[in-house]
Nanobody, 116 residues
Framework: QVQVQESGPGLVKASQTLSLTCTVS??????????WSWIRQPPGKGLEWMGV?????STAYSPSLKNTVTLQMNNLKPEDTAVYYC???????????????????WGRGTQVTVSL
């Protein structure tokens, strides 16, 4: 069974860069048809899809990270405060990859707070 786990700093300052890592176990990020997404949920709001890395590597990532998927966001603002999730899905298509319910496997999420 695929499992994903997010990690990263809990607190960053506005204008700084955030890097979050999603570590995958029980599977490979290159397994056919899987997609790996970052999805966030700001306080009191719904899920917001942020981007995807496909099984075929069609979105760039560093091969040296080896079964990790990194999200990097620049010039953070306080409104970027949210719980950030790494999610994986095998049957996700181009039409559904920005739709959070399409993903089967979710990490617990990591809280990121952006202060002024």
């Amino acid at each position: 069974q695929v499992q994903v786990q997010e990690s990263g700093p809990g607190l960053v300052k506005a204008s700084q860069t955030l890097s979050l890592t999603c570590t995958v176990s029980g599977g490979s990020i290159t397994t056919s048809y899987y997609r790996w997404s970052w999805i966030r949920q700001p306080p009191g709001k719904g899920l917001e899809w942020m981007g995807v890395i496909r099984y075929d590597g069609s979105t760039a990532y560093s091969p040296s990270l080896k079964n990790t998927v990194t999200l990097q966001m620049n010039n953070l603002k306080p409104e970027d405060t949210a719980v950030y999730y790494c999610a994986a899905g095998r049957d996700v298509t181009i039409a559904t990859e920005s739709w959070a319910p399409a993903y089967d496997y979710w990490g617990r999420g990591t809280q990121v707070t952006v202060s002024l």
